[in-house]
């Protein structure tokens, strides 16, 4: 089987969360997609032929391409388990006996292959030989490469893993399943797939778990219990390393570990820039428990919370009750500093429970039913936190944040419910602030072009770049096969960041930035030359970020910028950019 002997391997993928980990692997299971029966208007089932044609195409061409990677001192075996692989997707019961369902059953080719898996997988097991249950492994593996091609879906998985002090390896997880491992102790991720500016990699960057996503095909190159190093700055996972390599990547983590001790120093010195500019710089939070990190960076509060972490590997969402005390925790830690509650942005890469509303219903959730307008549908989802936040800013300087805003009819609404919220609070005598200030992410590029109408009615933006990119690009911030189009430098990007911070200036409101750019010091000085003043990071880069604010001149900044601004030429724009960063250790 893959991976016999001791052989070094490094399987490159994209670094989603820094810092270093040297452990055993714990192999995740692939499980089987949760499919669902749908029926087909008899003019659409020809084309579902042709789609369910197309996958069993698409994953031929990934079992070549896995075949062309193997190293040539793998060992033939190798390459014919991938053979086998190969072989069945030729099969007539894998690739006639579902097209025949799809015709006499008009329905969708998942539903059909998973008729014809379940039909052969209790043909073998009714044969109780070691050998044929293998085949039967092979047939799930088969058909779970196809399911996901048909469904570019994501599956489930809650159960406990025995994943304490190890790295885990998946083809994918999601921000639930991060949020789990971590609990149990883990020690590392990587993944097949994923971007990293996915929720799953802002969580493991915020919960200082190293990862590594968009490994493709790496499954056959790792084994249960094999000792890997995972480096998460590079984006590499070394197999089978030797001594004199581990001891490498030791003395590397514990460099990283003294850079991050002598940034510290930094705690509480204030954001300014060398010639004066005072700026804001606030921090992330996922979870309640974050806040610790807050407080030991130093920030001048949240500048944004991603209270969805709160109803996640749960069944039940919490209550009103239960989320007053939790936004409570949150604001307790950062004593008199303000707290920014986003409501919640379910939906998209972020579900909590397939049978909930937010389950992945359409095949574009991220265009689908998220964040302001799941809770505009699903009030009773919505009115709880609306209380909760109202109350919480009662008794300290909270505000409350709306994402994905894109018209001015939904942030209407969203007023309109915050004043009936403060009207059922009034009348219980329960104490809460009518005039707690409110204000929305600009993420969506309708409303960043829109910025001057939406910053005329709120009291701030915070620019939420994750998705702004995502949105002005169209690429997928969880799909790694299109991460190197996701450029926050692309000038549609930065025009659009440039008309939110003017508009904001315009309306006397101020214009944060809360995506993953703001905390990526590579842009730092580019966002001070565009007028940005206000920065919320994961708590992990906050110090890093101090310290280039700190080192930087604005004015000097401004102009770089504007050059970079008129330039239509990407060189010329790299140009600028290291001119920018020039003094800077990156
Ligand atoms: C963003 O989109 O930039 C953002 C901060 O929100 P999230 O990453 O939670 O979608
Ligand atoms: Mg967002």
Redesign the pocket.
Known sequence: MPGTGPMLLALHGIGASKGIAIGKVYMVERGHLDVQEKRLPKPRVEAEVRRFRNALGAARKELEAVKDRIPEEAGPEIAAFIDTHLLMLEDAALSSEPVRHIRELRCNAGWALKLQRDALVAVFDAMEDPYLRTRRDDVNHVVDRVQRILTSGRRRRTQVMPVKGRIVFADDLTPADTVLMQHQGVLAMITEYGGP?S?TA?LARSLRIPAVVGLHDSRPYLRNDETVIVDGREGVVLVNPGRETVRHYRRLASQLERKQGALLKLKKAPAVTADGESVVLQA?VELPSDVELVGQVGAAGVG?Y?TEFLFMNREVPPDEEEQYAAYRQVAGAVPGAPVTI?TL?LGAD?QVDGSRPGAPTTSNPALGLRAVRLCLKEQSLFKPQVRAILRVAAESPVRMMI?MLATTQELAQVLQIVKDCGRELAAEGRAFDARIPIGA?I?VPAAAVCADIFARRLDFLS??????IQYTIAIDRVDDEVNYLYDPLHPAVLRLIQITIRAGQKAGIPVAM???MAGDSRYTRLLLGLGLKEFSVHPNALLDIKHVINESHVGEMRKLTARLMRTAKTVSRDALMDEMNRTLDL
């Open positions: 500016t929720h802002i992330n944004l991603r986003r942005d972020k994402p992410m993420e620019i939420g770049t994750n998705d702004l809360c995506g993953e």
